[in-house]
Antibody, heavy 121, light 109 residues
Framework: QVQLVQSGAEVKKPGASVKVSCKTS????????IHWVRQAPGQGLEWMGW????????NYAQRFQGRVTMTRDTSFTTAYMDLSRLRSDDTAVYYC??????????????WGQGTLVTVSS | QSALTQPRSVSGSPGQSVIISCTGT?????????VSWYQQHPGKAPKLMIY???KRPSGVPDRFSGSKSGNTASLTISGLQAGDEADYYC?????????FGGGTRLTVL
């Protein structure tokens, strides 16, 4: 069965970086884009960007340009999201999600369990 | 691009129907049929309920339905049940970008 399993919670100081992993299984890793979405406490979902696991190509939301880097390791069928220069308002649960894009359908069919990143001095 | 506009909250009694709207522009909701809806219970990851405006994944009850008119998409939940109480998010896939709505809290009275 398809699974996306994320790394554990992190506590970081302002200015530091965090790297969250998303280990996938149960499907062909290179066949589906992985997107990252975050959710601040009590707030809504915010799209951050995607990575094409096949080519390594990426596309980031404008507000994260220059601070976020998405990578993948095809040998480990794992995607990564690295966010630098952390601020307190980056405190959020970060999700990875698989984009289903068959037959001109586009939607997130599987999600990771979420990783809480807390930024505090 | 701004987030899609959803009502902050809606409510209904068991057995009733509710409609949650999601308003965007002709550049997102109005221009593409790639609108999906997600249900999120507290502390859980979002769950797909509707995709491509009105398609329902297997396993999602037919009490959930979606539609679109112009720049506004809607999620209708009929025969409300206690377990439907959750946050609901619309999502528009726009080529290489994604927009989410601000979310709607559904309360089952």
């Amino acid at each position: 069965q398809v699974q996306l399993v994320q790394s554990g919670a992190e506590v970081k100081k302002p200015g530091a970086s965090v790297k969250v992993s998303c280990k996938t299984s149960g499907y062909t890793f290179t066949g589906y884009y992985i997107h990252w979405v975050r959710q601040a406490p009590g707030q809504g979902l915010e799209w951050m960007g995607w990575i094409n696991p096949d080519s390594g190509g990426t596309n980031y939301a404008q507000r994260f340009q220059g601070r976020v880097t998405m990578t993948r390791d095809t040998s480990f069928t794992t995607a990564y999201m690295d966010l630098s220069r952390l601020r307190s308002d980056d405190t959020a649960v970060y999700y990875c999600a698989r984009l289903q894009s068959d037959w001109d359908d586009y939607y997130f069919d599987y999600w990771g369990q979420g990783t809480l990143v807390t930024v505090s001095s | 691009q701004s987030a899609l506009t959803q009502p902050r909250s809606v409510s209904g009694s068991p057995g009733q129907s509710v409609i949650i709207s999601c308003t965007g522009t002709s550049s997102d909701v109005g221009g593409y049929d790639h609108v999906s809806w997600y249900q999120q219970h507290p502390g859980k990851a979002p769950k797909l309920m509707i995709y491509d405006v009105s398609k329902r994944p297997s396993g999602v009850p037919d009490r959930f339905s979606g539609s679109k008119s112009g720049n506004t998409a809607s999620l209708t939940i009929s025969g409300l049940q206690a377990g439907d109480e959750a946050d609901y998010y619309c999502c528009s896939y726009i080529g290489s970008f994604v927009l989410f709505g601000g979310g709607t809290r559904l309360t089952v009275l």
